[in-house]
Every structure is written in structure tokens, then in C-alpha cells.
């Protein structure tokens, strides 16, 4: 992973908005992949491109959806990006459509790292209402915030004093939300840094799931953790042990695949194998480590589970007094690199939507027909073509110490070497 | 699956070089993705693009390898698309580097499928002699090609006669290959319909892994069977009842994840746990079915997995003497669709090489540093973090006819309705 070659305004931890080549590892001054395509390919390229890149096939070209003006007044009043779009799916004749409207948020932190913990953590709160509000005036049935959103991703520090933004599941952000999930008769999925005092204080990394009365309908625990550049985030929280929990809620059945689980095409098909229709990433990444991956993976899951992906990304500069190393030998610093935004959705059709700003807080919202899920199934077949009792097998047999791989080696291998 | 319009010159089995918009589902006249960004966008900005749709990093760039006259001057008398890539990988203490050279054919049937299967058998032979040459000139160390390369697709059709083009292991095609495995020193995969003689006349979908010197190594035979769309495969050949063997040559470990086995991850994991640095997708496929998910679900596995990735496809219309319908209500039809090509490499390093061409043979040809599979996995962990005893107890509850799913409902969930 590499790092900036130096960093501004690092001992008073102010907060970047970072746009420049020599942070986020990119060119200077685009707003995202498909914005750059749309603005310099000519239309009937872009369709082409798109056609690929977005699954977008002639006929069944993903669709904006025009959202109400007061949730666009909400987007150009506090600066953050809103797009809205339709996954389409066929008519049925013997289940009425299930289309719910989804969205995702993606935001920068709100005050410097150096400022009061309380100060911090309620300053994101109020950054967010306007937001949350946005997607409830634009009828949001099911919305997701990202990892940890109540704190700076600090993980990279190694400091433990970090620890004090960890919350009860009944914490303060929980109820916070609450309140909108009852206002707005939506669904929340928040994502917090937990605080398990009923287990002496274990720290988990735990998405909360809020029912749209406001009740709490449950959690689940990040399943597989990173020990990877300045992600020492096993330093801070344990693998969770609530397995893979799909939450029937009135707008579908959800999971949650927290963050560095969208590597583990297992941890996917768990969610997939108990009955999700959509399930949520929400991910703290920088650029340098994982950009090419994150189209990739996200979308892979949602055509091999034949379920949709909500994939969310946090966005900015996180500039943190003391400065650390990452442990590849180069000069120590304060900021993890880049986060790059790009939240996103996929479908299972192999279709995605455009995604949000590498560098500005967004609202990303898209309907979809749930029945979608089903109609991949019968289609493609996926599941019944799956074989899993060779891979039950084969699982159990890797897990014994003296397990053996099936190789075939060539007996001719010494005879001519390369 | 959408189908042209209307098909010409369906009655006398004329073989199309599809460049119409009608028959590929595409915009007319252009050669690869990457080459219409390369030709459409500025410099800056494809970097940029690159940066993220090939994992290309600054500072890591995927290079050009430059090839010995004589396999540019086959390339251009027969007419076929040859590239070449290296992935790059670190330095290490204690190993020397471990690089191979690695090539893809991709082709399109030589004969119309009304000539004599001898006849058109032969002539695929002939037409992939100059391209085989071009790989043995360029120091190729392991190729593999297309999918049943032997014969047209012809599982469209449901005809049982094309089963005559089904060979044993040892058969006529096998004895082709291994004159230039021996004259190359060459490690060849010839993935070709099989006919199994000592259990019956059973069919399989099976690769050949021959040796460098000439010798059988083993074969494998294709995991997971599609049935969808014109994909009557489940006609013609049964699962595969040779486990995930990855084969030990004298230029790695590679194994052989067959066209639709891609859609499981499951299949490709298990060729990772046994061990493989490269597995080889020989595909056939066509545009509208499946072209966006083409370049997701290898890069995907070649990143979970930390393997290299050699993804195959044929190119070329290929016209049947005997219309037959899809299944979808349309009008009867001679042709598949169009088999797009666009053969590539993807790295454990979540970067890819550009693809061949849409329309043409080709050969593609990259070096690649065995090292890196391992390197990635000490860096990402995703083996070591994967917990397979999660998914191994997982699947044994699922494979059970009263399995009961994890699903958390709300108990609200009838109280207010969306």
C-alpha cells in the first residue's frame, strides 16, 4: 500500500477533502469511473462500455428513478451526492411484483480526530440527519450506513483509547436511528463499533439491524477479520460468533457482510444459503490497497448467490494525531490513505448501478423487484447445479491437521526440467 | 438470451465472422474493450481508467513483453490476434522467482458444421497448427485451449449426432497435441468432449493435461453442468466424478475449472485448497447470456483464491444445418449467438490483462511469477482468516432435506406493513 509522500496538516489532525493524485492514488479531479466514461465517451461507446461494465443489455437499460425535490433540496443544500435508479425485473403470473426501495449512505467524518470523542461522534449524527432525512422524504424502505460510521476509522493507529467510541447494540446511535426508523417506517442497518459488557467487555465489530417500528430486530458480528497494511483491526475486536444471520424484516430478508467478508466468497454464500435477498457491505477502504477489487467482488456475490449487493464505502482523508508506520518500511505518517466512496449497488442479473463520488458524502438509492432473486434461480440454476456435498467433503477433510491435497504430479517431472 | 433478428445463410451452415450489432448484441466494428478505451480516451485518463478496471497501479504497471519474429510473423500470415503481458511479483530472500510463460488460444471453427466431421475435425487441427507454432516459438512453458476445440458447439442443438465427435482421453486429438508438447517442451490442456468407453459410452466435459514431454499427465472432468438457455449441456454429458485435482507439471500446479464450473466458487475454491497457482477456464459462451459477468467472476477467483486465472472463450457465429428453438417463445434459429472471445489472464493481485479481440483467433500470452500467489497470501491472509470449520458445519446442515435456514424475523413484522 503506498502513502502519500507527505502529509499536510498532520499534527492538528484536520480533516482532509482529499482530491489530490499524491492522497487518494489517482488523477486529480474526477468525480467517479463512470462519470469520467460518461463525460468523454461518445454515447453510443458509453452504451457499449456500460453494456460490459454495467450489465446494462439493450432492452433492459437500468433506469433513473426522479426522486422529490425536497430530498434533492436536502442533497444540494449539505453538498453530498444523491443518484437514484431501478433494477427491473419480469412481471410474474402468480406473485405480484416485491419491488422495495433501497439505499446506501457514504460519508466523511465530520470534525478532526483531535477534537472531544462526544464532540466527534455527535457531530457525525448531525451531519447524517440531513441525509437520512433525504432518504426518507425519497421513501427509503431499507437503508445502510457504513463501517463504524459513529467514529474515525482508526484502526490504523493501534491506539487503544479508540476503544471509547464502541457502543452497547442499545447504545447511543442505536437510538438515534431509532427515531427514524419509526419516522420514516424504514429499516435500519447501522454499523457500529460494539461493546459487549455482558462478556467482559469484548469488543465486536457489529451491524445493528433496526426494524422499520424502531424496534431492534437483532445483530450480526463482522465474521473474518484483516490483519493486512493499516488494517491491524484484529488489535481491536474479536471474529463474531452470531454466524450468518439473514433478518426477515417487512421489506425483505437482509444480511450483512461487514467490511473485509466481501473477500471470503464463503461468508457470501452463507448469507445466500440461509435466504437473503439483499445483502449489505459496508466497508472501510482506501484506494492504493483495494480499488481494482471493489467492483469486482461485490458483484461476483450478487450473480453467484443470486441476491442483491448493497456496497458502501466511507469517503475521505482521516488525519489522526500521532503518526504511525504501516509496517512496510516507509516513513511513518497520520492518515490511512484515501477512502474512495464508490458505494454501489448489483443485482443478480450481473447488472450494477453507476456509483457514488469517489470524494463527496452520497445518498445512493435504487428500487428493486426482490422477485428478481428467484427469476436468476430458476434461470441460471446455480443453486441446484451447486454440488455442495462435495465441498461439505471437502471442507471437512482440509480441516484435519494431516489433510492431503489431491495432486496429480507428473511422473516424467525430473526427467526434463524447464 | 436475446436472438439476431434473422439469420443468414442458415440452411447451408455458413460459418459468420460476426461483426454486426445484430448477431453479438454490440455496437458494430470494435476489437476489444480495452481497445476501444485505449483508442477513445486520453491518455491520462486511461491510466486512470486502467487503474481501476485492470488493477494497474501506478509504479506496478502490467508490461508488454516483446515476442520473437517468427510468432509475429504467424500472427499476421494466419491472421489471428497475439498479445502479451507480464505480471510482475517481488523479489524474495529465500526463493528464486518462478517464472513461467503462460498462453490462451481462442478460435473459431474452421468448417461449416455441414462439411464431414472428419473433415471439420482435421481442419480445426490445421487452422490451430500456425497457432500452437506461434506459442511453441514464443517459449509458451503451458498452454491451454478452448473448450471442446475439437468440434462446433453444438450442444445448442440437442442433436445426438454430434456425440460423434466425442474422443477417449488417448485419442486422435491428444495424439495432435502431444507432437508439440514434446517438440515444445510445452505443458498443453485440450479440453475436449469425452467418450468413456470403458464405463459404457458415458460422454464427459473433459480437459487433457499432457506433459512437457509428451506424456498424459491425468485428465478432469467438468464439475458443474448448465442448463439454461441454449446451454442443453446436461443432454450431452454427465458431472464430473474427478473431484478438483490440481496436476504438479514442470511449470507449477495448475488445474482445470471448466466454462460453467466459473459460476461456482465453490469449485474454484476447491482447486485452491489443493493447492493450484493456476487454473485454466476453457469457456464458451456467448454476448448476450453472459458478457458482463465475463470479467468479474475470474478476476474474482484468481483474487479469493490467490491464483492466477487463464479465462478462455471462442469467437465466431457458428451456424447449425437444423434450426431449433431457445425455449424463450422466440422463432426458431441456426446460430448460438455470438461467441465473443475476449480471453485474458487475471492475477492474484486483483489486476488482469487486457482481452483478445471479439471476433478473431488469437493468442494471448503472459509471464507470470508463481511467486506471487503466495506473496498475496501472506499479505491478504484470506486462507489463514477464512474459518472454513464455519462453512464445512454449514454446509453438512444444508446438505440435509430438513435443513432450517438462520433467519432472525422481526415480531413486529405484521404490525405495520409496507
Redesign the interface.
Known amino acids: 500500500m ?1 502513502k502519500p509522500a507527505q502529509n499536510t496538516d498532520a499534527q492538528n489532525g484536520q480533516v482532509q477533502e482529499a482530491t489530490k493524485a499524491s492522497s487518494d ?3 486529480c479531479g ?1 468525480d467517479s ?1 463512470h462519470r ?2 460518461s463525460e ?3 454515447p ?2 458509453l ?3 456500460n ?5 446494462m ?3 433492459k437499460a437500468l433506469e433513473t428513478i426522479s426522486l422529490p425535490e425536497s430530498a434533492k433540496a436536502l442533497s444540494s443544500g449539505h453538498n453530498f451526492d444523491l443518484q437514484a435508479f431501478c433494477f427491473l425485473a419480469d412481471t410474474e403470473l402468480l406473485r405480484e411484483p416485491r419491488i ?1 426501495r433501497v439505499g446506501l449512505i457514504q460519508n466523511s467524518i465530520a470534525l478532526p480526530t483531535t477534537a472531544h470523542f462526544l464532540d466527534q461522534k455527535r457531530a457525525v449524527f448531525e451531519k447524517l440527519r440531513p441525509i437520512i432525512d433525504a432518504a426518507g422524504a425519497a421513501g427509503v ?1 431499507v437503508l445502510c450506513l457504513q463501517e463504524a460510521w459513529t467514529m474515525p476509522f482508526a484502526f490504523c493507529t493501534r491506539e487503544k483509547r479508540w476503544c471509547e467510541f464502541a457502543e452497547p447494540v442499545d447504545g447511543e446511535s442505536t437510538r438515534f436511528l431509532q427515531d427514524f426508523a419509526r419516522v420514516y ?1 424504514m429499516v435500519i442497518i447501522s454499523p457500529i463499533l460494539e461493546r459487549d459488557v455482558n462478556h467482559g467487555e469484548t469488543l465486536w465489530n457489529t451491524a445493528v ?1 433496526i ?3 424502531g ?1 431492534i ?2 445483530k450480526h458480528r463482522k ?6 497494511g493499516d488494517f491491524n483491526e484484529s488489535t481491536y475486536y474479536m ?1 463474531g460468533n452470531t ?9 425483505g ?1 437482509i444480511a450483512v457482510n461487514i467490511c ?1 467478508g466481501r ?4 461468508n ?3 448469507f445466500g ?3 437473503a435477498e439483499i445483502v449489505f457491505n459496508p466497508s472501510a477502504t482506501v484506494g ?1 490497497l ?8 461485490a ?2 456475490a450478487a ?2 448467490n443470486s441476491y442483491f449487493v448493497g456496497s458502501i464505502n466511507r469517503v475521505g482523508t482521516e488525519v489522526f494525531p500521532n503518526p504511525f508506520t504501516s509496517g512496510d518500511g516507509k516513513p511513518e505518517h497520520a492518515d490511512f490513505g484515501h477512502f474512495y466512496g464508490s458505494s454501489h449497488f448489483s443485482a443478480p442479473d ?2 450494477c448501478t453507476p456509483s457514488l463520488s469517489r470524494h463527496r458524502d452520497g445518498l445512493l438509492i435504487s428500487d428493486m423487484d426482490l422477485n428478481l432473486c428467484r427469476q436468476i434461480k430458476d ?4 443453486r441446484m ?8 467433503d ?3 477433510q ?2 484435519k491437521p494431516d489433510f492431503e ?9 525430473h ?4
Open positions: 503506498e492514488g489517482s488523477i474526477y469511473l469520467l466514461l468523454n465517451l461518445k453510443h461507446l452504451q457499449e462500455v453494456r460490459i461494465l454495467l450489465g443489455n439493450r432492452g422495495i424502505n417506517n439491524v426494524g422499520n417500528n424496534n430486530i437483532g465474521n473474518h477479520i484483516p490483519r493486512v471474529e454466524g450468518h444471520p439473514v433478518f426477515e424484516t417487512a421489506f430478508k473485509y473477500h471470503h466468497p464463503l457470501w454464500l452463507a444459503l440461509n435466504g492504493e483495494s480499488e481494482p477489487m471493489w467492483p469486482i467482488e458483484r461476483n450473480i453467484a450481473a447488472s434461470k441460471w440454476g446455480f447445479t451447486a454440488r455442495y456435498e462435495l465441498y461439505a471437502l471442507l471437512a482440509y480441516l491435497p489431491q495432486v496429480i504430479s507428473d511422473p516424467l517431472l526427467k526434463k526440467s524447464p
